[in-house]
């Protein structure tokens, strides 16, 4: 009998060899696909009550398998213990995410198409060397001419005066390609009234900005010991948390199995949490920009976009990191080295009180949180996806957003209605950046409650003479019926996920809650066909059963589809009490853009805590130690 020690966690990602046999069983299992594409390769995770029920699993791999002289989509399941392909189906009428190869020949199919070419130059477009042709999703909206079952994106030209120089400074007005990735033709050109192209660059790299600031002294971060944390694999000990990160090549950073040592009991918080979509609409409503929205996750990979990080740029201090290995379109492993950072941040005080009246001493401890973090490049912007976990209980998501604006040429003198002119003649539009995360909680379990809670105050009456009742108003949330719901800052309110089977020592269910991000949803009109495509991203909360098929919170393939996804599943109206239920926060910014995001903009910052309510008996920090040696005064 072979035996094999299998020392992985049963949701780490794919490594080199494992996706290399996948993509083997399927073109061994497939021999009539002369030319099989590997748009989605990932891993197949074993089901989670047998995972919780402390087995393995079977390793296997999922992958999305697209054929293009078919124009045909098929799924398929790989047995990695045997080598088999041991599902395979076609999905009939839907089109994979865009493929970076696909990205990689627009410029390509643009350069040689002389009607794209004689359009370019109209517009004052002659030297196509430094030519850069950027793609849009084209959603459902219509292109007339052009039949809708085609596998088209829309694109959109830059010029650069050489190689290195921002593309964005000077987007050419008022001209769109639309491009069949299957025939590798331009299917169609809207040819608007040329604008000139915007007079100046837009550089920021250190040789072109002018002189540099001399008086920023060294700024060091030193742990001669070594960091506070541990990592095994995928799988990472900090203080009293353990947790599993990984990239999937969709979602990007995941984490999984997040849970507490609280005493002797290793206690569950977190099952998974991943930004399943996200949507980035555009405000204005010109020609060239009315169908500009991309849904980064679904219909472009936001994960294999994660970038390579390096220390003291990205990441500082003492750092670990781990690699991601993701497949390209060939179903070739490469591996992106450091893509998750791993790190610990002083931050402040954690707790204090000076005893002014008594002793004049003051108990003061310091907080530390721990980084997991990774950084995903998708066209001109980056995301960064933070997590932090902190020694008090609370674990905070923060995107950092950064990168360029995306621009539009405007006529000399032009005021822009719907963005901000941020150079002369350059508009950035105004648009939104949602991030929807999947928030797999099991707070002490799998069966949890959520509640909504709001702080309010209460009208002059019987036992409120005075008016100045405060009360905690909890509305359980019982059914997917009542699932989408609202922020409300006039509230604070927040949802808080209990166990009710579980209480802590003062008879209350434990808990923690969702302190969500408060900004609009959606600003697309409702009727719009994007509010139908993105219906995600009209509400700041869902709550759903747990069902390991909805993973994607605008279906699984968005690209040139009309409209999936979580709307439809909460049709089934599942009941949500004392059950595994998943919640889906949508938060993200709403960008105005102002002249300070150009040429590069600084991070903003978005995000959520989870905070404990009742899962511990009393602050859990007291054991921190006070800092070693005196806290001088000065
Ligand atoms: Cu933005």
Redesign the pocket.
Known sequence: MEVTVDTRHPYDPLDADEINAAVAAVRAGRPELTDPRFPLVRTDPPAKDTVRAGERGRRAAFLVVYDRADAATYEARVDLATGELADWRHVPGVQPAIMIEEIMELEEIVKKDPAAVAALARHGVHDLELLQIDPWSTGTLPVAGVDPGRRIVRASAYVREFAEDNGYARPVGNLVFVIDCNERTVAAIHDGDPIPLPPESGNYDAGSVGPLRTDLKPLEIIQREGPSFAVTGHVIDWQRWRLHAHVDPVEGLVLSDVSYLDGDRRRSILHRASISEMV?PYGDTSDDFYFRNVFDAGEYNLGKTVGSLSLGCDCLGEIRYLDAVLADESGTPHTIANAICMHEEDYGILWKHWNFRYTERAEVRRSRRFVVSAIHTIGN?EYGFFWYFYLDGTIQFEAK?TGI??TRAVAPGDTPEFGTLVAPQLDAPN?Q?LFTMRLDLEVDGPDNTVLEVDAVGRPVGPGNEHGNAIVARKTEITNERHARRACDPATARTWKVVNPNVTNRLGEPVGYKLVPFVGPTLLAAPDSDLARRAEFARHHLWVTRYDPSELHAAGDYPNQHPGDGIGEWVKQERDLVNTDVVLWHTFG?S?L?RPE?WPI?PC?YVGFTLKPVGFFDRNPSLDVPPPAGHCHQA
């Open positions: 980035v912007y957003l604006v995306q648009h950046h910014t960008h853009p995001d903009m903003d």
